[in-house]
T-cell receptor
Framework: QKEVEQDPGPLSVPEGAIVSLNCTYS??????FMWYRQYSRKGPELLMY????GNKEDGRFTAQVDKSSKYISLFIRDSQPSDSATYLC?????????????FGTGTKLQVIP | NAGVTQTPKFQVLKTGQSMTLQCAQD?????MYWYRQDPGMGLRLIYY???????DKGEVPNGYNVSRLNKREFSLRLESAAPSQTSVYFC??????????????FGDGTRLSIL
């Protein structure tokens, strides 16, 4: 079983829809939770990160962490065609002298105009 | 504003050949990383450099070596390429923060095929 599980999709939604992207994890030591966006043939870019449980909002994006359920979500409001990309969740826990980051495999999102 | 620049963008090697992947960042970041991305596997850390003058192994270091040439540059070397090293390689950087040190900025990758 992978430490971080992410549905690969693809997920297709109409423009303007609310998108929910999710990851589950098994390691209770994870402390920091990140979301990255990766456009085709490009490197990932860090969208948001949160520490511990709770919500964090940034424009149309909301990241939610539920440590009791080992479940994190990224919500995108008023989705746009430019949001079409692969979204990677990532989580980190202290391992030796550094924060070891474990990535999910990504969910491919397509927003249809 | 270049960010993280990787060269080359594409490369085809034969088994047993060697090559060096170059990475440079212009954001004055302390920490740099090398990842590989394979289908169905997610990004995996090969090596990282927390600060200039230090390098450490990540999850999958076998078959690779790194050099932190200076604060800007971090290279990855394959001494004797194997087909299992066919992958997309990403370099990343971040400001060093005492508690959180996750990669913030990625380059656009080097697509490496080993025949």
């Amino acid at each position: 079983q992978k430490e971080v599980e992410q549905d690969p999709g693809p997920l297709s939604v109409p423009e303007g829809a609310i998108v929910s992207l999710n990851c589950t994890y098994s390691n209770s030591a994870f402390q920091y939770f990140m979301w990255y966006r990766q456009y085709s043939r490009k490197g990932p870019e860090l969208l948001m990160y949160t520490y511990s449980s709770g919500n964090k909002e940034d424009g149309r994006f909301t990241a939610q962490v539920d440590k009791s359920s080992k479940y994190i979500s990224l919500f995108i409001r008023d989705s746009q065609p430019s949001d079409s990309a692969t979204y990677l969740c990532a989580m980190s826990a202290r391992s030796g002298g550094y924060q070891k980051v474990t990535f999910g495999t990504g969910t491919k999102l397509q927003v249809i105009p | 504003n270049a960010g993280v620049t990787q060269t080359p963008k594409f490369q085809v090697l034969k088994t047993g050949q060697s090559m060096t992947l170059q990475c440079a960042q212009d954001m004055n970041h302390n920490s740099m990383y090398w990842y590989r991305q394979d289908p169905g596997m997610g990004l995996r850390l090969i090596y990282y450099s927390a600060s200039e003058g230090t390098t450490d192994k990540g999850e999958v270091p076998n078959g690779y070596n790194v050099s932190r040439l200076n604060k800007r540059e971090f290279s990855l070397r394959l001494e004797s390429a194997a087909p299992s090293q066919t992958s997309v390689y990403f370099c990343a950087s971040s400001e060093f923060v005492r508690i959180v040190n996750q990669p913030q900025h990625f380059g656009d990758g080097t697509r490496l095929s080993i025949l």
